[in-house]
């Protein structure tokens, strides 16, 4: 995989136009910077948002429904619209677009999130700016990602991206909301992103899209924490893409990649995996993980949820999560737990080569 990739979040207030409808020029300006972003050396792969609103506006349908089926029917609909869309627009520069839907289990399967990394390489080797949302018209109510902020930085971590830039209304992280305060200013770097800075973001203010500034400092914690630079910036400003790649300063929030970013494999395992349960372990077990150490069932107190051998589960510690990580085995008393696995005191219950720390 190349080791200059960019992936592009637009979302889906500012992807489509006020009729709900892709908004064609603002594709064509994005697409023309791709294009010099692809000269200047970069491979580019863009997550659109979009499919649900232009399908309820095709339909006829002005306010968001709350009805899973209805949702997914529009996205049916719109879904081939948006594509259709990056098509013209990049075509217009030479390039050629390739639609890539995706579910949580391609990410949460680890023989899926493989393939998955095979067809993202194939499409980048081929010159194909691979065009990637959510396949909502066939996603589970239950299991999903949610919103495209969280799915664009997933699919950062998985092609071992250089930056995760997402485009959105506003000009990046603001000190407080603009519509409340004047003297709202922008928050030109973050370091570390805090439970101060996450008491500046909100929830989504739009009835269109699913997302929020709450949803963009969750990406740009998951990309972060992997060694991937993550951007927030405006969609409409004048050669956003290229300015960003410049680090002009001023034109976005950039979040600085961490030091020492977590291996893939163990990304894959922090952020890509669906925990099914929990182990509650006490503070010397804490301690012991936070200095590297495997975690015993010596430190186990308890747990809750149903999981067996293999599958993702939280650890925590006096109500706080310290880390997450593959069981080796379930506790005893577990519903399918093997009998035949050692669950002594002794006994690993999560591999350090399994474990992420969290804190």
């Given at each position: 995989m190349s080791a200059s990739i960019e992936?592009?979040?637009?979302?889906?207030?500012?992807?489509?136009?006020?009729?709900?409808?892709?908004?064609?020029?603002?594709?064509?300006?994005l697409s023309e910077q791709v294009a010099a972003m692809r000269e200047r050396g970069s491979d580019v792969i863009v997550v659109s948002s979009g499919a649900i609103a232009t399908g309820l506006a095709e339909l006829g349908i002005v306010e968001r429904p709350r009805e899973m089926a209805t949702l997914q029917a529009a996205s049916a609909v719109g879904q081939h619209r948006v594509v259709r869309s990056w098509q013209d627009g990049l075509g217009r520069h030479g390039i050629l677009a390739g639609q890539v839907l995706l579910d949580p289990s391609d990410f949460f399967s680890r023989r899926q999130y493989l393939l998955a990394r095979r067809t993202f390489e194939a499409l980048v080797d081929l010159g194909v700016v691979p065009i990637v949302n959510e396949n909502d018209a066939v996603a589970d109510e239950e299991i999903r990602f949610g919103d495209?902020?969280?799915?664009?930085?997933?699919?950062?971590?998985?092609?071992?991206?250089?930056?995760?830039?997402?485009?959105?209304?506003?000009?990046?992280?603001?000190?407080?909301?603009?519509?409340?305060?004047e003297d709202a200013t922008l928050i030109e770097e973050v370091t570390e992103i805090d439970h101060a800075l996450e008491a500046v973001a909100g929830g989504s203010a739009s009835a269109i899209g699913s997302g929020g500034m709450t949803s963009k400092l969750a990406a740009a914690r998951l990309a972060t924490w992997s060694g991937i630079e993550a951007v927030i910036a405006d969609a409409r400003g004048e050669q956003i893409l290229l300015r960003v790649a410049d680090d002009e300063p001023g034109c976005a929030t950039v979040f600085r990649a961490r030091p020492k970013p977590l291996a893939a494999r163990k990304a894959w395992i922090a952020f890509a995996t669906t925990s099914t349960g929990t182990l509650f372990v006490d503070q010397g077990a804490r301690r012991a993980l936070e200095s590297g150490a495997s975690l015993l069932f010596a430190g186990v107190t308890g747990h809750d949820g149903a999981f067996t051998a293999g599958d993702a589960v939280e650890v925590v510690a006096d109500g706080a999560l310290v880390a997450k990580g593959l069981v080796r085995s379930a506790p005893p008393g577990t519903p399918g737990a093997d009998e035949h696995e050692p669950t002594g005191r002794d006994a690993v219950a999560i591999h350090r080569d399994d474990l992420v720390v969290l804190v």
């Open positions: 992936v592009v979040k637009v979302g889906s207030t500012s992807v489509t136009s006020g009729d709900g409808r892709p908004d064609e020029s603002l594709i064509a300006s495209n902020d969280r799915l664009a930085a997933l699919v950062a971590v998985l092609v071992g991206a250089r930056r995760l830039v997402m485009l959105t209304d506003t000009p990046g992280l603001l000190t407080a909301d603009p519509s409340l305060t």
